[in-house]
Protein backbone atom coordinates (compact mmCIF):
# COMPACT_ATOMS: atom_id res chain seq x y z
CA UNK A 1 0.00 0.00 0.00
CA UNK A 2 1.58 3.73 -0.98
CA UNK A 3 1.11 5.96 1.54
CA UNK A 4 -1.63 8.37 0.49
CA UNK A 5 -0.27 12.40 0.39
CA UNK A 6 -3.32 13.40 3.04
CA UNK A 7 -4.73 11.75 5.76
CA UNK A 8 -7.76 12.71 6.87
CA UNK A 9 -9.05 11.94 10.56
CA UNK A 10 -12.88 12.30 11.26
CA UNK A 11 -13.44 11.42 15.35
CA UNK A 12 -17.32 10.62 15.72
CA UNK A 13 -19.51 10.22 18.32
CA UNK A 14 -23.30 9.60 17.50
CA UNK A 15 -22.67 11.21 13.81
CA UNK A 16 -24.51 9.42 12.10
CA UNK A 17 -26.65 12.63 10.59
CA UNK A 18 -23.87 14.27 9.18
CA UNK A 19 -21.11 11.51 8.59
CA UNK A 20 -21.81 10.89 5.04
CA UNK A 21 -21.85 14.37 3.99
CA UNK A 22 -18.50 15.51 5.95
CA UNK A 23 -16.92 12.36 4.02
CA UNK A 24 -18.40 13.40 0.89
CA UNK A 25 -17.23 17.02 0.95
CA UNK A 26 -13.77 15.87 2.40
CA UNK A 27 -12.95 13.55 -0.48
CA UNK A 28 -13.94 16.52 -3.18
CA UNK A 29 -12.33 19.09 -1.46
CA UNK A 30 -8.99 16.67 -1.82
CA UNK A 31 -9.59 15.79 -5.39
CA UNK A 32 -10.69 18.95 -6.63
CA UNK A 33 -7.11 20.29 -5.56
CA UNK A 34 -5.67 16.70 -6.73
CA UNK A 35 -4.24 15.15 -3.60
CA UNK A 36 -4.34 11.22 -3.00
CA UNK A 37 -5.96 11.19 -0.10
CA UNK A 38 -7.35 8.47 2.90
CA UNK A 39 -9.97 9.62 5.56
CA UNK A 40 -10.51 7.52 8.24
CA UNK A 41 -13.58 7.58 10.45
CA UNK A 42 -12.63 6.73 14.18
CA UNK A 43 -15.96 6.11 15.54
CA UNK A 44 -15.71 6.79 19.04
CA UNK A 45 -18.52 4.40 20.82
CA UNK A 46 -21.46 5.49 18.85
CA UNK A 47 -24.89 3.81 19.65
CA UNK A 48 -26.73 5.61 16.54
CA UNK A 49 -25.13 3.18 13.71
CA UNK A 50 -22.41 5.76 12.78
CA UNK A 51 -19.85 2.54 12.34
CA UNK A 52 -22.77 0.76 10.10
CA UNK A 53 -23.20 3.95 7.83
CA UNK A 54 -19.37 4.22 7.67
CA UNK A 55 -19.06 1.01 6.25
CA UNK A 56 -21.69 1.03 3.98
CA UNK A 57 -19.63 3.76 1.90
CA UNK A 58 -16.60 1.72 1.68
CA UNK A 59 -17.32 -0.25 -1.06
CA UNK A 60 -17.50 3.06 -3.56
CA UNK A 61 -14.31 4.52 -1.89
CA UNK A 62 -11.25 2.37 -1.54
CA UNK A 63 -9.24 4.78 0.63
CA UNK A 64 -12.32 5.14 3.39
CA UNK A 65 -11.09 3.43 6.37
CA UNK A 66 -13.14 2.66 10.08
CA UNK A 67 -12.05 2.25 13.39
CA UNK A 68 -14.43 1.83 16.15
CA UNK A 69 -13.10 2.01 19.67
CA UNK A 70 -14.44 -0.87 22.11
CA UNK A 71 -16.55 2.29 23.95
CA UNK A 72 -16.77 6.26 24.22
CA UNK A 73 -13.44 6.90 25.34
CA UNK A 74 -13.67 10.79 24.26
CA UNK A 75 -12.99 12.80 21.51
CA UNK A 76 -8.58 13.08 22.57
CA UNK A 77 -8.29 9.29 22.49
CA UNK A 78 -10.37 8.94 19.16
CA UNK A 79 -7.80 11.39 17.83
CA UNK A 80 -4.88 9.31 19.58
CA UNK A 81 -6.18 6.68 17.66
CA UNK A 82 -6.52 8.43 14.25
CA UNK A 83 -3.22 10.02 14.79
CA UNK A 84 -1.29 5.74 15.38
CA UNK A 85 -3.40 4.86 12.12
CA UNK A 86 -2.67 7.60 9.73
CA UNK A 87 -0.45 6.85 6.85
CA UNK A 88 -0.15 9.97 4.89
CA UNK A 89 3.07 12.98 4.65
CA UNK A 90 0.35 14.96 5.87
CA UNK A 91 -2.57 14.45 8.67
CA UNK A 92 -5.79 16.55 8.71
CA UNK A 93 -7.83 16.35 11.56
CA UNK A 94 -11.50 17.82 11.28
CA UNK A 95 -14.59 17.25 13.48
CA UNK A 96 -17.05 15.01 11.92
CA UNK A 97 -19.79 17.80 11.88
CA UNK A 98 -18.23 19.82 9.06
CA UNK A 99 -17.54 22.97 11.59
CA UNK A 100 -13.79 22.36 10.38
CA UNK A 101 -14.38 23.45 6.65
CA UNK A 102 -13.16 21.38 4.63
CA UNK A 103 -12.36 23.91 1.76
CA UNK A 104 -9.94 25.46 4.92
CA UNK A 105 -8.35 22.46 5.36
CA UNK A 106 -7.06 22.66 1.84
CA UNK A 107 -5.67 25.81 1.99
CA UNK A 108 -4.14 25.02 5.58
CA UNK A 109 -2.46 22.20 3.96
CA UNK A 110 -1.00 24.18 0.81
CA UNK A 111 0.30 25.92 4.00
CA UNK A 112 1.90 22.74 5.41
CA UNK A 113 3.22 22.21 2.08
CA UNK A 114 5.20 25.00 2.04
CA UNK A 115 7.13 24.20 4.75
CA UNK A 116 5.16 24.23 8.09
CA UNK A 117 4.99 21.36 10.44
CA UNK A 118 1.91 22.66 12.45
CA UNK A 119 -1.09 24.62 10.72
CA UNK A 120 -3.89 25.15 13.11
CA UNK A 121 -6.94 26.98 12.76
CA UNK A 122 -7.66 30.05 14.42
CA UNK A 123 -11.45 30.95 14.92
CA UNK A 124 -11.67 34.35 13.64
CA UNK A 125 -15.67 33.74 14.86
CA UNK A 126 -18.17 30.90 15.93
CA UNK A 127 -21.25 30.12 16.37
CA UNK A 128 -22.42 29.13 19.88
CA UNK A 129 -24.64 29.96 22.80
CA UNK A 130 -23.28 32.88 24.57
CA UNK A 131 -22.63 30.75 27.67
CA UNK A 132 -20.28 28.40 25.65
CA UNK A 133 -19.02 31.76 24.08
CA UNK A 134 -17.96 33.57 27.41
CA UNK A 135 -16.38 29.69 28.60
CA UNK A 136 -13.96 29.50 25.48
CA UNK A 137 -13.03 33.13 25.47
CA UNK A 138 -11.63 32.85 29.61
CA UNK A 139 -10.62 29.02 29.22
CA UNK A 140 -7.91 29.75 26.44
CA UNK A 141 -6.95 33.33 27.61
CA UNK A 142 -6.57 31.33 31.19
CA UNK A 143 -4.77 28.25 29.34
CA UNK A 144 -2.24 31.18 27.82
CA UNK A 145 -1.45 32.65 31.35
CA UNK A 146 -1.43 28.71 33.19
CA UNK A 147 0.57 27.10 30.32
CA UNK A 148 4.38 27.00 29.61
CA UNK A 149 4.13 26.52 26.62
CA UNK A 150 3.23 29.31 23.66
CA UNK A 151 -0.60 28.36 22.95
CA UNK A 152 -2.07 30.27 20.33
CA UNK A 153 -5.59 31.26 21.26
CA UNK A 154 -9.02 30.15 20.12
CA UNK A 155 -7.86 27.14 18.04
CA UNK A 156 -8.84 23.76 18.64
CA UNK A 157 -7.86 20.84 17.26
CA UNK A 158 -8.84 21.47 13.75
CA UNK A 159 -5.37 21.15 12.38
CA UNK A 160 -2.84 19.80 8.91
CA UNK A 161 0.23 18.34 10.87
CA UNK A 162 3.33 17.10 8.56
CA UNK A 163 4.63 13.23 9.06
CA UNK A 164 7.64 14.28 11.39
CA UNK A 165 4.83 16.27 13.56
CA UNK A 166 2.47 13.38 13.87
CA UNK A 167 5.34 11.22 14.08
CA UNK A 168 6.85 13.15 17.22
CA UNK A 169 2.90 13.53 18.54
CA UNK A 170 2.70 9.57 18.92
CA UNK A 171 5.96 8.87 20.48
CA UNK A 172 4.51 10.68 23.36
CA UNK A 173 3.60 8.21 26.43
CA UNK A 174 1.00 10.35 27.51
CA UNK A 175 -1.90 8.69 28.00
CA UNK A 176 -3.79 11.30 29.23
CA UNK A 177 -3.57 13.22 26.14
CA UNK A 178 -4.31 17.47 25.55
CA UNK A 179 -3.85 17.74 21.68
CA UNK A 180 -3.57 20.76 21.66
CA UNK A 181 -1.50 21.15 24.34
CA UNK A 182 1.02 18.86 22.70
CA UNK A 183 1.17 19.98 19.62
CA UNK A 184 2.20 23.13 21.23
CA UNK A 185 5.34 21.45 22.79
CA UNK A 186 6.62 19.48 19.70
CA UNK A 187 7.59 23.28 18.27
CA UNK A 188 8.72 22.60 14.70
CA UNK A 189 7.08 25.48 12.46
CA UNK A 190 3.98 26.50 13.56
CA UNK A 191 1.20 28.83 11.76
CA UNK A 192 -1.99 29.17 12.18
CA UNK A 193 -4.98 30.08 9.63
CA UNK A 194 -7.80 32.32 10.70
CA UNK A 195 -11.21 31.04 9.70
CA UNK A 196 -15.20 31.39 10.12
CA UNK A 197 -16.29 28.46 12.24
CA UNK A 198 -19.86 27.78 11.00
CA UNK A 199 -22.46 26.35 12.82
CA UNK A 200 -22.89 22.37 13.31
CA UNK A 201 -24.51 20.92 9.75
CA UNK A 202 -27.10 18.73 12.21
CA UNK A 203 -27.07 16.65 14.67
CA UNK A 204 -26.54 17.98 19.20
CA UNK A 205 -23.13 18.83 20.39
CA UNK A 206 -21.52 16.04 22.25
CA UNK A 207 -19.99 18.25 24.72
CA UNK A 208 -21.68 18.81 27.81
CA UNK A 209 -20.98 21.87 29.93
CA UNK A 210 -19.69 19.31 32.39
CA UNK A 211 -17.15 17.25 29.42
CA UNK A 212 -16.19 20.94 28.64
CA UNK A 213 -15.05 22.00 32.09
CA UNK A 214 -13.14 18.49 32.43
CA UNK A 215 -11.82 19.44 29.07
CA UNK A 216 -10.47 22.76 30.56
CA UNK A 217 -8.73 21.54 33.67
CA UNK A 218 -7.01 18.56 31.41
CA UNK A 219 -6.03 21.31 29.54
CA UNK A 220 -4.52 23.22 32.50
CA UNK A 221 -2.95 19.78 34.01
CA UNK A 222 -1.63 19.00 30.72
CA UNK A 223 0.00 22.54 29.68
CA UNK A 224 2.26 23.46 32.96
CA UNK A 225 3.38 23.20 36.39
CA UNK A 226 2.23 27.12 36.98
CA UNK A 227 -0.74 25.80 39.23
CA UNK A 228 1.04 24.37 41.44
CA UNK A 229 3.03 27.31 41.77
CA UNK A 230 0.42 29.58 42.27
CA UNK A 231 -1.34 27.81 44.88
CA UNK A 232 2.29 28.08 46.83
CA UNK A 233 2.17 32.11 45.82
CA UNK A 234 -1.23 32.58 46.98
CA UNK A 235 -0.66 30.40 50.47
CA UNK A 236 2.24 32.74 50.66
CA UNK A 237 -0.17 36.24 50.52
CA UNK A 238 -2.35 34.88 53.18
CA UNK A 239 0.09 34.15 55.38
CA UNK A 240 2.17 37.47 54.91
CA UNK A 241 -1.65 39.14 55.62
CA UNK A 242 -2.34 37.25 58.51
CA UNK A 243 1.08 38.76 60.12
CA UNK A 244 0.12 42.27 58.67
CA UNK A 245 -3.20 41.63 60.46
CA UNK A 246 -1.66 40.32 63.99
CA UNK A 247 0.65 43.47 63.91
CA UNK A 248 -2.14 45.88 63.82
CA UNK A 249 -3.73 44.18 65.95
CA UNK A 250 -7.13 43.26 64.35
CA UNK A 251 -8.92 40.53 66.05
CA UNK A 252 -10.14 38.73 62.83
CA UNK A 253 -9.87 35.27 64.41
CA UNK A 254 -12.83 34.29 62.35
CA UNK A 255 -11.22 35.89 58.48
CA UNK A 256 -8.14 34.23 59.68
CA UNK A 257 -9.72 30.80 59.78
CA UNK A 258 -11.55 30.77 56.81
CA UNK A 259 -9.13 32.52 54.70
CA UNK A 260 -6.87 29.95 56.03
CA UNK A 261 -8.92 27.13 55.43
CA UNK A 262 -9.75 27.89 51.90
CA UNK A 263 -6.61 28.88 50.83
CA UNK A 264 -5.49 25.40 52.16
CA UNK A 265 -8.64 23.43 50.41
CA UNK A 266 -7.61 24.91 46.73
CA UNK A 267 -4.14 24.33 47.26
CA UNK A 268 -4.69 20.88 48.62
CA UNK A 269 -7.54 20.26 45.73
CA UNK A 270 -4.60 21.45 42.78
CA UNK A 271 -2.24 18.80 44.27
CA UNK A 272 -4.83 16.13 43.77
CA UNK A 273 -5.44 16.97 40.32
CA UNK A 274 -2.05 16.81 39.34
CA UNK A 275 -2.03 13.04 41.85
CA UNK A 276 -4.63 11.93 39.43
CA UNK A 277 -3.02 12.75 36.53
CA UNK A 278 0.16 10.45 38.06
CA UNK A 279 -2.04 7.46 38.78
CA UNK A 280 -3.33 7.70 35.06
CA UNK A 281 -0.02 7.74 34.09
CA UNK A 282 1.34 5.09 36.47
CA UNK A 283 -1.45 2.64 36.08
CA UNK A 284 -0.34 2.30 32.64
CA UNK A 285 -4.44 1.61 30.81
CA UNK A 286 -4.27 2.41 26.69
CA UNK A 287 -5.69 5.33 26.22
CA UNK A 288 -7.95 3.42 23.61
CA UNK A 289 -8.91 0.48 22.54
CA UNK A 290 -9.97 -1.02 19.52
CA UNK A 291 -13.30 -3.18 18.50
CA UNK A 292 -12.54 -3.56 14.83
CA UNK A 293 -11.76 -1.75 11.72
CA UNK A 294 -12.75 -2.03 8.57
CA UNK A 295 -10.14 -1.28 5.50
CA UNK A 296 -7.34 -0.44 7.93
CA UNK A 297 -4.93 -1.86 10.23
CA UNK A 298 -5.55 -1.61 14.24
CA UNK A 299 -3.61 0.44 15.39
CA UNK A 300 -1.61 0.28 19.04
CA UNK A 301 -2.46 2.47 21.36
CA UNK A 302 0.90 3.70 23.45
N1 LIG B 1 -16.48 13.48 19.58
C1 LIG B 1 -15.89 12.25 19.82
N2 LIG B 1 -16.02 11.69 21.07
C2 LIG B 1 -16.70 12.30 22.08
C3 LIG B 1 -17.26 13.58 21.83
C4 LIG B 1 -17.11 14.14 20.57
O1 LIG B 1 -15.28 11.66 18.93
O2 LIG B 1 -16.79 11.74 23.17
C5 LIG B 1 -16.36 14.08 18.23
C6 LIG B 1 -17.68 14.52 17.63
O3 LIG B 1 -18.33 13.45 16.99
C7 LIG B 1 -17.23 15.59 16.68
C8 LIG B 1 -16.04 16.22 17.40
O4 LIG B 1 -15.60 15.27 18.35
O5 LIG B 1 -16.78 15.06 15.43
C9 LIG B 1 -16.42 17.52 18.07
O6 LIG B 1 -17.54 17.32 18.89
P1 LIG B 1 -18.77 18.33 18.93
O7 LIG B 1 -19.07 18.83 17.56
O8 LIG B 1 -19.89 17.65 19.65
O9 LIG B 1 -18.17 19.49 19.84
P2 LIG B 1 -18.34 21.07 19.64
O10 LIG B 1 -18.05 21.37 18.20
O11 LIG B 1 -19.74 21.36 20.01
O12 LIG B 1 -17.33 21.66 20.58
MG1 LIG C 1 -19.00 20.52 16.62
Avoid at 269 to 288: K, S, T
Wanted: overall charge positive; charged content about 20%; hydrophobic content about 50%.
Amino acid sequence: MVAPHVSVVLPAHNEREVIAGAIDEVFAALAAAGHAAEVIVVDDGSTDGTDAAVEALIAQRPTLRLIRLARNFGKESALAAGLDAAQGAYVALLDADLQDPPQEMVAMLATAERGHDVVYGVRRSRRSGWLRWLGYRVFYRLLRLVSDLPMPLDSGDFSVLSRRAVDALNRLPERNRFLRGLRSWVGFRQCGHLYDRPARRAGATKYSLRSLWNLAVLGFLSCGRRPLAAAFFVGLAVVLAGLVAAVVGAAAVLVAVLVLGGVQLVAVGILGAYLARVLDQVEGRPCYLVERTVNCAAPAPR
